[in-house]
């Protein structure tokens, strides 16, 4: 879903199926994450199919200060019928409906930290760059967050 503009009108969206599961550890200073998720076009002749699993780490540096680390990995079960051949798809950021990119694998790593001051806000940064050869779209990634609870 989205405009022509931004080369997101391509086929009807995508479902996106997916688990979650966390664990706290050390008397909840730390914590656990893992997710694994299914990206399904509703047309797969116009945009790639893929699968993910998503690993995360923290743990409590400071009352207010928390550090963690993320790998992820992307695998395009399917490429587009149509579209370009590209050798990228977009990864988690859009599906551009490559036909030259089935079978391949990106992992990535990320490290960051996040501050919460208080239950009413909490910021975050992040760093990630590509493990493997192929990159898709990453070279390297920041994020930045900030939440606002009221």
């Known amino acids: 879903m989205g405009s ?7 086929g009807d969206g995508e479902f996106h199926f997916f688990a979650t ?4 550890l050390l008397g909840g200073n730390a914590h656990i994450l893992s997710s694994f998720g299914w990206q399904l076009p ?5 945009q790639s199919t893929t699968v993910h699993w998503n690993n995360h780490f923290d743990v409590k540096l400071t009352d207010r200060v928390y550090l ?9 079960v399917d490429e587009a019928e149509t579209g370009l051949a590209l050798g990228v798809s977009g990864q988690d950021l859009i599906n ?3 036909t030259d990119v089935e079978g391949n694998d990106l992992v990535t790593h990320n ?8 239950g009413s806000f909490e910021a975050g ?3 990630e760059f590509p493990l493997t050869a192929f990159k898709d779209v990453l070279e390297d990634r920041v994020t930045v967050d900030m939440i606002f609870r009221y």
């Open 4 to 10: 022509k503009q931004s080369s997101q009108a391509v």
């Open 21 to 24: 599961g966390g664990q706290r």
């Open 42 to 46: 509703v047309d797969q002749s116009v």
């Open 68 to 76: 963690f680390t993320e790998n992820s990995w992307w695998h395009w």
């Open 96 to 98: 551009l409906g490559a």
């Open 111 to 118: 490290v960051g930290m996040k501050f919460k001051p208080n």
């Open 125 to 127: 940064v992040a760093y």
